[in-house]
């Protein structure tokens, strides 16, 4: 069965500062992997996701993350924070056979400071 | 760009009543999924829907949940009886193939009082 562990549910940085959301995860078969935003009172976002090409993957708004196999891990990375980036941070997981269905973590509230 | 839209934003409704939520997927798009959120917890996987049928389900898609694709462009949840643990942001989604493409409408709030 698929899960997805996000460490920290609480992140807070400085603006221009690095941001970094771990994710790991478990799974049977090779996964295919995702990170989500969610802003206040909207919907699911898709900011970037891996579905076994590169290892390294780049999203929008300068986000990205590496998938590291070794590790059972997919860490999202942004190199300078902004203000608009404060948002809750969700990584998800689906393997091929479960029907597409997507397992979600408990999601990272990302918190910027002036 | 194309979008998932969800009606209504927002529904109330008392205990027991049924209750529909609205989704009108990507015209192309030939998956369809229900998740929700209950208010500070994780986002879970309902129900998966492809080729007028419901392809899977989780545990917690029980009896008083179904899903209906009545018309070619809609797609619906119905649960038959409300409980106050439904209360939760309910998300549909549309997919063209898989998880890879997914598109999430903006969700509907149900408050059960």
């Known amino acids: 069965a698929q899960s997805v562990t996000q460490l920290g549910s609480h992140v807070s940085v400085s603006e221009g500062a690095l941001v970094l959301l771990r994710c790991n995860y478990s799974?049977?078969?090779?996964?295919?992997l995702f990170w989500y935003v969610q802003y206040p009172n909207q919907g699911l976002q898709l900011l970037l996701k891996?579905?076994?090409?590169?290892?390294l993957v780049k999203g929008i708004n300068d986000f990205e993350a590496e998938f590291k196999k070794s590790e059972t891990s997919f860490h999202l990375t942004k190199p300078s924070a902004h203000m608009s980036d404060a948002a809750e941070y969700f990584c998800?997981?689906?393997?091929?056979?479960?029907?597409?269905?997507?397992?979600f973590g408990e999601g990272t509230q990302l918190t910027v400071n002036p | 760009e194309p979008e998932v839209t969800q009606t209504p934003s927002h529904q109330v409704t008392q205990m027991g009543q049924e209750v529909i939520l609205r989704c009108v997927p990507i015209?192309?798009?030939?998956?369809f999924y229900w998740y929700r959120q209950i208010l500070g917890q994780k986002v879970e996987f309902l129900v998966s829907?492809?080729?007028?049928?419901?392809?899977?389900k989780s545990e917690i898609f029980d009896d008083q949940f179904s899903v209906e694709r009545p018309d070619g462009s809609n797609f619906t949840l119905k649960i038959r009886s409300t409980k106050l643990e439904d209360s939760a942001m309910y998300f549909c989604?549309?997919?063209?193939?898989?998880?890879?493409?997914?598109?999430f409408g903006s969700g509907t709030r149900l408050t059960v009082v």
């Open positions: 015209s192309n798009h030939l998956y």
């Open positions: 998800a997981v689906s393997e091929e056979t479960s029907g597409s269905r997507l397992t």
């Open positions: 989604a549309s997919s063209w193939t898989g998880p890879y493409g997914y598109t």
């Open positions: 829907f492809y080729n007028n049928e419901i392809s899977e």
């Open positions: 891996y579905t076994s090409a590169a290892t």
């Open positions: 799974s049977s078969v090779p996964p295919y």
